[in-house]
C-alpha cells in the first residue's frame, strides 16, 4: 500500500484481556519498528524487525509483550493479560533500509485503553 | 528511556512568524531526525540531517546541528495554522541498525 496502515484504529480492553495489534508496512521495507507512545510522551521504542528476524526487543516492557513478523511483511504485537499501564498509542513504523540514515514511515497508531 | 529533550515545551506564535525549536541530546549520533506529529495521528518525517552535516534546507524547513554542543534546532519560516503540532527530534546512535531515540516534543501553535 501506499503508508503503514495500522489496526484497529481504538482498542479498549478489559484488565487482564490478551490484544493483538496489526501493522501492515509499505511493501518491500526491511525494517519495521513498534513504539508505544504514552500521553504527552514522545514515542519510546519496543522491538525492531528486519525481514522476519526479531534483531532487537530491548525495549519490550515486560514477557507479557511479544511481537511477531513472519513472512517478513505483516507484524502482529501482542499484549497478554493487560494492566493499566499498557494504555498509550502503539506505533509502528517502516524504513526501506536497515542501515542508518534512512528516515521512517509512521502509521496513524492503535491506541489501547485498559480498562 | 529518551535521548533528547526539546526546548520549548511549547511554543505559541502568530501565523506569519518564524518558529524555532531546539533539542539536546547526550551520546554520539549518526543522525538525527525531525518529527511532526498532529494530534491523534502518526508522526511525520520531516528532514534528517547526518553527523557530518551542519545545516540542512527543506522548504520552508531549516534544521542546524553541533555535534560539539550535542544540539540541534529546527526553524520553520513563515508559519501557517497548518504548522499546528507536534514536533519531535530523533536521533540514531552508530549502530548497525536505524533504531531512532525520540525526545519528549515541541507542542507548537500557529494563530490565525
Known amino acids: 500500500g501506499a503508508g503503514v496502515s495500522q489496526s484497529p484504529r481504538y482498542k479498549v480492553a478489559k484488565r487482564g484481556q490478551d490484544v493483538a495489534l496489526r501493522c501492515d508496512p509499505i511493501?518491500?521495507?526491511?525494517?519495521l519498528f513498534w513504539y508505544q507512545q504514552a500521553l504527552g510522551q514522545g514515542p519510546e521504542f519496543l522491538t525492531y524487525f528486519q525481514n522476519e528476524a526479531q534483531l532487537d526487543k530491548s525495549g519490550l516492557p515486560s514477557d507479557r509483550f511479544f511481537a511477531e513478523r513472519p513472512e517478513g511483511s505483516v507484524s502482529t504485537l501482542k499484549i497478554q493479560r493487560t494492566q493499566q499501564e499498557d494504555s498509550a498509542v502503539y506505533l509502528c513504523a517502516s524504513s526501506q533500509s536497515s542501515g542508518p540514515n534512512y528516515g521512517y514511515t509512521f502509521g496513524s497508531g492503535t491506541r489501547l485503553t485498559v480498562v | 528511556s529518551q535521548q533528547g529533550e526539546e526546548d520549548p515545551q511549547a511554543l505559541s506564535i502568530q501565523e506569519g512568524e518564524n518558529a524555532t525549536m531546539n533539542c539536546s541530546y547526550k551520546t554520539s549520533i549518526n543522525n538525527l531526525q525531525w518529527y511532526r506529529q498532529n494530534s491523534g495521528r502518526g508522526l511525520v518525517h520531516l528532514i534528517l540531517i547526518r553527523s557530518n552535516e551542519r545545516e540542512k534546507h527543506s522548504g520552508r524547513l531549516r534544521v542546524t546541528l553541533d555535534t560539539s554542543k550535542k544540539s540541534s534546532s529546527l526553524l520553520i519560516t513563515a508559519s501557517r495554522a497548518a504548522d499546528t503540532a507536534s514536533y519531535f527530534c530523533a536521533t540514531g546512535m552508530n549502530s548497525g541498525y536505524s533504531t531512532l531515540t525520540f525526545g519528549k516534543g515541541t507542542m507548537l501553535l500557529v494563530s490565525p
Open positions: 511493501s518491500g521495507h526491511v525494517s
